[in-house]
C-alpha cells in the first residue's frame, strides 16, 4: 500500500523555538495531505488541509500564522509551529490523498509527531 | 451527540475470542474507514467502505447505510490486535469525522 512518512517521528523544544515537521508521500503523489492533532485519550482534529501549489484551509480555531503550512510540492507538505509553548505539546500525524487513485475518498496516514515543548 | 458514536470504548479480550467493534453516525456520507492506532500512536488504514462487507485476513468489515451503522469484526484474537480502532466516515465535504475510538487489549 502507498507509504506516508513523518519526520521527526519525536521531539522535544524549549517554550518560544519553531519546529518543522515534514510530512512525505513515499510512493505515490499527493495533490492534498491533511494535519491533524491529537491528545492524549482524544480523537484525531483536524487542523488544516493543504493542497499543493495553493494556500492551505484551516479550520476554525486553529491560528495559521502559528502553524504554517507549506506543500511546495507532490510529495511534501510541511507543519511548522512557530512560538512553540507547552499547550502545544501534542501529537500531530499527517495524512495524503493519492492524486492518481479512483477513489477521492482514500487516506493514508502517517506516523505521528510527538512535539513536547518545555 | 458527537455524530460519530463507536461502542464499546474500552473492550479486553481473551486470546482467540471474536470482537466485535461498533460505529453508528448521523451523517450521510461517501465513505467510512477503519483505522488502527497502536501504543506508538502510529495510524494504519485497516478498510474504507461505501457498502456491504471487506475481509482482510482476520479482520471483517461490514457497512449498512440504511442504517448508518458499521462493525469491525477481528477473528482468532491475538494479543497483537491490542490497540485503539477508530471509525471515521467522509460526508460529501472533504473532511473526515473521527470516533473516539475502542481501545482493544487481548491477554494471553
Known amino acids: 500500500g502507498a507509504v506516508v512518512s513523518q519526520h521527526p517521528s519525536r521531539v522535544i523544544c524549549k517554550s518560544g523555538t519553531s519546529v518543522k515537521i515534514e510530512c512525505r508521500s513515499l510512493d505515490f503523489q499527493a495533490t492534498t495531505m491533511f494535519w491533524y492533532r491529537q491528545f492524549p485519550k482524544q480523537s484525531l482534529m483536524l487542523m488544516a488541509t493543504s493542497n499543493e501549489g495553493s494556500k492551505a484551509t484551516y479550520e476554525q480555531g486553529v491560528e495559521k500564522d502559528k502553524f504554517l503550512i507549506n506543500h511546495a510540492s507532490l510529495t511534501l507538505s510541511t507543519l511548522t509551529v512557530t512560538s512553540a509553548h507547552p499547550e502545544d505539546s501534542s501529537f500531530y500525524i499527517c495524512?495524503?490523498?493519492?492524486?492518481?487513485?479512483?477513489?477521492?475518498?482514500?487516506?493514508?496516514f502517517g506516523p505521528g509527531t510527538r512535539l513536547t515543548v518545555l | 451527540k458527537n455524530e460519530v458514536e463507536q461502542s464499546p470504548q474500552n473492550l479486553t479480550a481473551q486470546e482467540g475470542e471474536f470482537i466485535t467493534i461498533n460505529c453508528s453516525y448521523s451523517v450521510g456520507i461517501s465513505a467510512l474507514h477503519w483505522l488502527q492506532q497502536h501504543p506508538g500512536g502510529g495510524i494504519v488504514s485497516l478498510f474504507m467502505l461505501s457498502s456491504g462487507k471487506k475481509k482482510h485476513g482476520r479482520l471483517i468489515a461490514t457497512i449498512n447505510i440504511q442504517e448508518k451503522h458499521s462493525s469491525l469484526h477481528i477473528t482468532a484474537s491475538h494479543p497483537r490486535d491490542s490497540a485503539v480502532y477508530i471509525c471515521?466516515?467522509?460526508?460529501?465535504?472533504?473532511?473526515?469525522?473521527f470516533g473516539t475510538g475502542t481501545r482493544l487489549q487481548v491477554f494471553p
Open positions: 495524512s495524503a490523498r493519492d492524486f492518481y487513485s479512483l477513489s477521492t475518498d482514500e487516506q493514508f
Open positions: 471515521a466516515v467522509r460526508p460529501p465535504t472533504d473532511k473526515l469525522i
